[in-house]
């Protein structure tokens, strides 16, 4: 970034707007939120009678205030001026120039009368790349979930769906009749038909042709579409027609219907022929180009938040020593403040991640130890942590550091109950409390409690596993699997270096490492997508790879994820697992429902019908709060049984379809003994 002096950006105005009216204005809002009243009482105070609010040029009104809800932005105007180079123009403008700095915190604008767009000048900051200045930057410039940071093509989320044509035409072998078109897979005589038939004769191919002997031009036309007219024979008159072809484009028609439609079975459809791209305005950056030119020790703020915390920590470290005496002084305090934070990260086992890292993306553990670590940053005394299960996804190497938190975080003063099951954190407890004896219906007592040495005297699961009286058995042989083999070639995404693996089929593979070494980049990132997109079509892009080979060696892939099951919140093991369907169909075939006429949607609490509709078949009412989360209670209606009262009645082996679904597996198990098809689910 340069600067400009006052006596430049004076002799710019005179060389580039000499003869034009032009407005010299002091920007002192920016994209903020506030009815600015007071503001504006200062301004005119201060002699000024006219402002430019959101883009238009306002008199200062008594009691003139905006919208606090809305962002706005405002400017001074300090002169309105047609510059010139006598010497009472040029002192007039120096006047101008020196009074908007003041009053812009030395940040001037200039809009040329009539335009929209306007010109920043700044005695701090210019882009020496582009000619263009900026503003003095502010952290919402730098924040990509405000409009002020965020990229504009992509709305700050670093990517975008882009239709790919190889999957709109994935094998070239085959012809358009017979499916070579995958969004088309049966070509129907519609009017899409009637196009392709068009370009056909255009470019003298059939539809039963090979799309590897179709000329280039016409699979162009076919993909994005033209607007040319040409001459045919009917085929029923014998004589020539004129035809316009009119056609969009397949691959233009899916983008629009990604884009424009709201519809999310048609958008699901679309994204069968899109690829999931970093986004190539700001290149997954995610934020404005200009966010990007501010630059620390030549690193922009999105290669800082692509490194891993370890790496981000020793260029931390190393950055005093580039700093000069001012510059140091200014970035003492928010340099400690910054390495603390990420300390606190290191403590907790994350040392592998990068602070770009995608939220949805991190697993339940790492979630969790990143809520840790920002407790153990507040420094709060007094307060009661639950933890449920923070170890999940955690290296035994990486064991010791989360316990060191926790043990950190009651030092300070604090309580922590953790939910676990980890051996190392049980043992360096202070006090345990162990449940059981056993799961459901056959749990639900404290068994043994006190410290670690203590609950080892009492004879339960937990104490057996820990003192080594029980254990899982190692196999003393192996599954010899099928012979077939996946072989995965190249894998180098994130931090994966030219990795190569073989996957023996027929056997259960364990890819194992410390945490953060690339197990998920490799199963999760790089083998699972390129298996979904051969099988159905997936559009998530794999992490870079050389080859694959043998895909054919298995039917389909499928990924068991901690994802919630179902699409709607009413869904349950029973309808997940299809049980549910059985059941309702053995409740419709009781005799009173026989005689009633109910049929197996009557015992649906997704439809109308049979459900409480009170609660629409939830069995709990949600009371919005506004400001506050929603609270969620108890229908009054059904009593949380999700069914109306006719439903209710019907009754098999004196249970109703509620009783059932409070049924826990094994109670279901020994209540539908007799019915085969219920207990194989």
Not at 8 to 18: A, C, P, T, V
Not at 237 to 248: A, C, M, S
Not at 506 to 535: C, D, Q, R, W
Not at 571 to 585: G, L, M, V
Request: with cysteine; charged share 25%.
């Amino acid at each position: 970034m340069v600067s400009y002096s006052d006596e430049q950006i004076r002799d710019l105005i005179i060389d580039e707007y000499k003869g034009d009216r032009i407005n010299i204005l002091a920007p002192v809002i920016n994209s903020r939120k506030g009815h600015y009243r007071e503001l504006f009482e200062s301004i005119a105070k201060q002699g000024f009678v006219k402002v430019r609010v959101d883009g238009v040029i306002l008199d200062i009104q008594k009691g003139m205030k905006l919208d606090r809800y809305k962002t706005h932005d405002i400017e001074i105007v300090i002169d309105r001026i047609v510059p010139g180079d006598s010497e009472e123009d040029i002192k007039r403008l120096d006047a101008s120039i020196n009074t908007a700095m003041y009053h812009g915190n030395d940040i001037l604008m200039l809009v040329k009368a009539g335009d929209k767009e306007g010109r920043y000048f700044s005695r701090t900051l210019m882009c020496p790349e582009t000619g263009i200045s900026y503003p003095e930057p502010e952290p919402n410039n730098f924040s990509f979930n405000s409009p002020k940071g965020a990229c504009p093509k992509c709305n700050g989320i670093g990517k975008l769906y882009q239709v790919n044509p190889d999957k709109i035409l994935p094998d070239h072998s085959i012809s358009i009749s017979k499916g070579g078109l995958a969004p088309y897979p049966t070509m129907k005589k519609d009017w899409i038909f009637k196009q392709l038939d068009l370009i056909a004769q255009k470019f003298n191919f059939k539809l039963t042709d090979p799309i590897n002997k179709i000329p280039e031009e016409a699979i162009q036309m076919i993909l994005y579409g033209g607007n040319e007219s040409l001459e045919v024979n009917s085929k029923d008159l014998g004589v020539k027609r004129k035809y316009k072809i009119d056609f969009e484009g397949i691959a233009n028609f899916i983008d629009q219907t990604f884009t424009n439609n709201d519809s999310t079975s048609l958008q699901r459809w679309a994204k069968e022929f899109m690829d999931h791209i970093d986004c190539p305005s700001c290149e997954g950056a995610r934020l404005r180009k200009e966010s990007l030119y501010f630059k620390v020790n030549e690193m922009n703020i999105a290669q800082l938040a692509n490194m891993d915390i370890a790496e981000l920590v020793e260029w931390f470290d190393g950055l005093g020593s580039t700093l000069s005496r001012k510059q140091e002084q200014i970035a003492t305090e928010l340099l400690k403040e910054i390495r603390v934070r990420l300390q606190f990260l290191l403590d907790v086992g994350l040392d592998y991640l990068s602070l770009n890292r995608s939220a949805k993306s991190l697993s339940g553990g790492e979630a969790q130890r990143i809520r840790l670590a920002t407790q153990i940053g507040s420094q709060l005394v007094g307060v009661l942590y639950i933890l449920d299960e923070p170890s999940i996804g955690l290296h035994q190497r990486d064991n010791e550091k989360l316990i060191n938190s926790l043990e950190s975080l009651r030092d300070t003063g604090n309580s922590v109950v953790v939910v676990e099951h980890d051996k190392d954190m049980i043992e360096r407890a202070d006090y345990v409390i162990d449940i059981g004896p056993r799961a459901g219906k056959y749990g639900g007592e404290i068994i043994s409690k006190g410290t670690p040495a203590e609950i080892l005297n009492h004879d339960t699961l937990t104490a057996q596993y820990m003192n080594g009286k029980l254990e899982i058995e190692v196999p003393k042989t192996r599954r010899k699997g099928n012979g077939e083999k996946i072989s995965l070639k190249g894998c180098t995404g994130n931090n994966l270096k030219n990795v190569s693996i073989d996957l023996p089929l027929g056997k259960m593979i364990v890819v194992t490492g410390v945490s953060g070494s690339g197990k998920s980049t490799m199963i999760n990132e790089t083998l699972y997508p390129i298996m979904n997109a051969h099988f159905f079509n997936g559009v998530k892009i794999p992490k870079p790879y050389k080859s694959i080979k043998n895909l054919d060696a298995v039917d389909k892939v499928i990924d068991i994820n901690q994802s919630p099951i179902g699409r709607t919140p009413r869904s349950n093991p029973a309808t997940y697992t299809k049980t549910f369907d059985e059941i309702r169909s053995l409740f419709a075939k009781t005799p009173e429902a026989l005689i009633r006429g109910y049929k197996p949607g009557r015992f649906s609490f997704n439809v109308v019908g049979g459900r409480c509709e009170t609660c629409k078949g939830g069995g709990l009412r949600v009371i919005e709060m506004n400001f506050l989360p929603d609270v969620y209670v108890t229908c009054e209606t059904c009593q949380g049984k999700r069914f109306n009262r006719e439903t209710l009645e019907i009754r098999y082996k004196g249970k109703s379809i509620s009783d059932v679904l409070n049924m826990t597996i094994n109670e279901a198990t020994d209540f539908f003994e007799l019915i085969p098809k219920i207990i194989a689910n």
